[in-house]
């Protein structure tokens, strides 16, 4: 089965710093997505990503934060100045955009702010 | 209120046991829901889609109930291998992007 791909696997950075966490969604896929899971908390949507823009957006994903479809196959999340509160296990996901509500998630970047 | 509630468990259950988990929603216009299994510190995997007319995948049965709002996940004769947290999820019919939204999970451990 096709894969969504995260790298990389662990991320540590120390607070302030800029991190950038990258995906490659499944080719074919049209609807782009990060979430993430802060250690012991629930599953928490932070953007979707359609056509080239942003289509839904959390109150998480603050101005710290952006995307980024550059090259119409990776898809980046970059937090320009992070917080100790921004460690977590960040998930990208991909969906088709007909057919199916499933969403696939990709393995996963841990994150951890010093 | 939460927008997905689930008692967070943990279930502990002997091997063959039949364990139910419960969900409720808060936004009558959810429109799809979904379990989701999540091992530890693994991304959470699609185990099935439920319908309101309840559907079962082998030893997994769902079922919903709009009118209380209200979704619950049944599994027969648990393996080791069910030991996870199950991930109760829905879709809002307003969020256009089919964005989810999960509840926080029930663990199960299944013991021999």
């Known amino acids: 089965e096709p894969e969504v791909t995260q790298t990389p696997s662990h991320q540590v950075t120390q607070m302030g710093q800029e991190v950038i966490l990258h995906c490659v969604p499944i080719?074919?896929?049209?609807?782009f997505y990060w979430y993430r899971q802060i250690l012991g908390q629930k599953v928490e949507f932070l953007v979707s990503?359609?056509?080239?823009?942003?289509?839904?957006k959390s109150e998480i994903f603050d101005d710290q934060f952006s995307v980024e479809r550059p090259d119409g196959s990776n898809f980046t999340l970059k937090i320009r100045s992070t917080k100790l509160e921004d460690s977590a296990m960040y998930f990208c996901?991909?969906?088709?955009?007909?057919?199916?509500?499933?969403?696939?998630f990709g393995s996963g970047t841990q994150l951890s702010v010093l | 209120r939460k927008e997905v509630e689930q008692d967070p468990g943990p279930f502990n259950v002997p091997e063959g046991a039949t364990v139910a988990f419960n969900c409720t929603y808060s936004?009558?216009?959810?429109?799809?829901f979904f379990w989701y299994r999540q091992d530890c510190r693994k991304e959470p995997k699609l185990l099935m889609s439920?319908?309101?007319s309840g559907n079962e995948d082998g030893r997994f049965t769902a079922q919903l109930n709009r009118a209380s709002q209200y979704i619950s996940l049944l599994i027969r004769d648990s393996k080791l291998s069910d030991s996870a947290t199950y991930l109760c999820v829905v879709n809002i019919l307003w969020s256009n992007t089919g964005k989810l939204i999960f509840g926080q999970g029930t663990t199960l451990q299944v013991k021999p």
């Open positions: 080719s074919n896929h049209l609807y």
């Open positions: 996901a991909s969906r088709p955009g007909t057919g199916t509500e499933k969403l696939f």
């Open positions: 936004n009558s216009a959810s429109q799809s």
């Open positions: 990503f359609y056509n080239n823009e942003i289509s839904e």
């Open positions: 439920v319908y309101s």
